[in-house]
């Protein structure tokens, strides 16, 4: 069977509500990477020099060498911009990715970290690409970033961030069972689950828009009036939808190297001066929001359409087009995923079966539909779902005249259309149904066939929301 892992829909058109403490309308989160002296240096047992994230755009990797250069701006990280951070965020609940080799080697660095009690959260053994990393011996780098994180720091580090990942890098992190939280996803506002056979694991976004990455990068920042600007209107836009009552998280995604400088940090300060300026605003580790959202908002494991094999598949939608289980059998075998796990996303893959079946086939399904209050329902021999929806409707108790017109007009309506009236019952009132029955009944064939396929479609969407989210 094709099934497609990336999840499409995430929390959809309505997200929870964060309830940020306080009844904060944002959480503003800030991450300092720390990555000086873990970046690739033959130095450090690396084949080339570092090429990532430097003042020397569009740098090469040299084989074999050092690069001077590029050694020197990643220094000025930790001898300058660190410090310069340090003293404008330190009165900040922030978060900072330690390089694991990076941070043993400054020492110094690290306990101004403890002391302004900032969180620090692993990224990773080496500040490295990952991308065709073997799984094995990316686990056992994880592993050793884990150790050596702990033992500088004197504790284990609840948080993971590579950065340069790979496909893996998600399912290794959730397979140590350390973490509060990953951050490697760029992919919501909000935190959100993810489950790795038997474990669940937080996932805290993080971002490569709100980051001064972008002044390393071609068509980014050229100046800190663009940085200010962004975040300015990142903000706003996000404070906004809090005030309306969807409160969102903002990730600022920062670097010594780059922030660090002094043309920079002035617009990191004009931001922090914005943000401040407002009420409602939570500043917030990741640590914090991700210890905050498993309490409000704990993992439960749903029914998975999309994880079901064909036999269970079938028997749980067979019935939802009525009497047609080859509908969900044809549905089971295309490309279902995450997104097909709520109603309107299965809704969608049933309905396209539906739809490009023939006439032939599509009248099957038509003529599986009972009579609206026909003698099936007299007899009590309808589907469950077809019992229920008549039900609400107050089709199961009409007096002798309804019953009288229902059973003439489906006669009528059967012998001119060669189907039955099909209407989603739950749209309407027993009055409504009948007004809609004396309408139809005077279409042509065409038009009506057209129309209780429409018909059938919602139905099937009613039934789909009775199971699924």
């Not at 050596?148 to 397979?175: F, I, K, M």
């Not at 099936?376 to 009409?398: F, N, V, Y």
Request: net charge negative; hydrophobic share 40%.
């Amino acid at each position: 069977m094709t099934r497609y892992p990336r999840d499409m829909i995430g929390y959809g058109a309505t997200p929870p509500d964060a309830q940020w403490p306080g009844g904060a309308k944002i959480a503003v989160q800030i991450v300092l990477n720390y990555e000086e002296g873990g970046e690739n240096n033959i130095l450090h047992g690396d084949a080339a020099s570092e090429a990532f994230l430097s003042e020397i755009v569009g740098a090469a990797a040299w084989p074999g060498q050092r690069h001077w250069n590029m050694e020197s701006i990643y220094e000025y990280g930790a001898r300058a911009g660190f410090w310069r951070l340090h003293r404008l965020l330190k009165d900040l609940p922030i978060t900072v990715y330690g390089v694991a080799s990076a941070l043993a080697r400054s020492p110094e660095q690290v306990a101004a970290m403890q002391q302004a009690n900032w969180e620090i959260a692993s990224h990773g053994l080496k500040w490295i690409e990952y991308k065709d990393a073997d799984p094995v011996a990316e686990a056992a780098d994880m592993a050793e970033a884990i150790r050596l994180h702990t033992e500088v720091t004197g504790s284990a580090p609840r948080g993971w961030y590579t950065g340069r990942c790979s496909d893996n890098t998600v399912r290794l992190a959730a397979e140590t069972g350390q973490f509060a939280y990953v951050a490697d996803s760029y992919a919501d506002d909000l935190p959100y689950w993810m489950e790795f056979d038997d474990t669940d694991q937080l996932i805290v976004p993080y971002t490569l828009d709100c980051n001064d990455m972008r002044f390393a990068t071609p068509q980014g920042f050229n100046s800190g009036d663009q940085f200010f600007a962004y975040l300015r209107d990142t903000f706003d836009a996000l404070y906004a939808e809090g005030d309306e009552g969807a409160p969102k998280m903002m990730s600022v995604g920062l670097h010594c190297r780059l922030i660090g400088r002094p043309g920079r940090v002035q617009s990191l300060k004009r931001f922090l001066d914005h943000a401040r300026s407002h009420d409602g605003v939570w500043f917030a580790t990741r640590e914090q929001i991700a210890d905050h959202w498993a309490q409000t908002y704990p993992h439960q494991r749903r029914e998975k359409p999309s994880a079901l094999g064909r036999e269970a598949f079938v028997a749980r939608f067979g019935g939802i087009f009525e009497h047609s289980p080859w509908i969900a059998e044809g549905a089971h075998a295309a490309e279902l995923g995450p997104a097909h796990d709520t109603a309107a996303g299965l809704h969608n893959a049933l309905a396209r079966v539906f739809r490009s079946a023939d006439e032939e086939q599509k009248l099957g399904v038509l003529t599986a539909h009972p009579d609206l209050a026909g003698k099936l329902a007299q007899a009590k021999r309808l589907t469950a779902e077809s019992t229920s929806e008549q039900a609400t409707a107050g089709l199961d108790a009409l007096t002798d005249a309804e019953r009288a017109e229902f059973t003439s007009l489906n006669d009528a309506y059967v012998a001119k259309h060669g189907f039955p009236f099909i209407i989603a019952v739950r749209d309407h009132d027993k009055a409504g149904i009948l007004a809609r029955f004396r309408e139809r009944i005077d279409n042509d064939r065409p038009t009506e066939f057209a129309e209780a396929c429409h018909q059938v479609e919602r139905i099937a969407e009613f039934r789909l929301r009775d199971l699924l989210p």
